[in-house]
């Protein structure tokens, strides 16, 4: 049985209950905000509850604000503060239509509760996460195939593909670098046949250099 002690400390860390959600939801996000504040974001539509839920929390009260709902459906969206009052949200492209529908953008005013419709992705994201690459730009990565994502420019609103390091990638997980650079680790890709192959890989991307392969 595993110790929740190391040597003779021991763990003081416990849980603190705050009030409920304004409305009973499956299938959201959370995030921390700059202030503190937590954002909540999602529904699914399938358990019959909201799809387009925004509350915040603040934890100094314990107390929910409902935001306005959102203008289309939600379902366990990537978030990313932008600042403490600009929130940036994708939801997965299964929440708006089929797999193969290109995402929505949206970004939210967690003060005013106004959302505003950005362009569509290019592409369809299956599990997004929104990453700031730079002070102008977010990459927007979950998808499969030729394509992981795609790089959304602030100033201009406009969306650029980011292709696949490698051919038919299918399962890969990502992180944030040093020096405004994106970490992916390719686990599976689609072989001939639709047979699954087994990737130990790693590249590094940024927006001057683009795709780097990692040493294994």
Known sequence: CPSLTHGSSAATASWHAFASLPAAAEGLAAIRLPDGVILVLGGDAAMGGPTRLAARLSPNTSTWVRLPDAPVNLDTPAALALTSQSVMVVPPAFANGT????????????????????????????????????????????????????LFDLRSQHWTVIGAPTPDLAGYSTALLPNQRLLLLATVAIGPGGRP??????????VAAGWRALAN
Not at 123 to 142: F, K, M
Not at 197 to 206: G, N
């Open 99 to 150: 797999l193969a529908q290109p995402s929505k953008a949206l970004l939210l005013n967690t003060h005013s509760g106004a959302w505003q419709t950005l362009p569509s992705l290019p592409v369809p994201l299956l599990s997004p996460r929104l990453l700031r690459l730079t002070q102008t730009s977010v990459l927007a990565v979950g998808a499969v195939g030729a394509a992981i994502g795609a």
């Open 197 to 206: 192959i087994a990737l130990r890989r790693a590249w590094s991307f940024s």
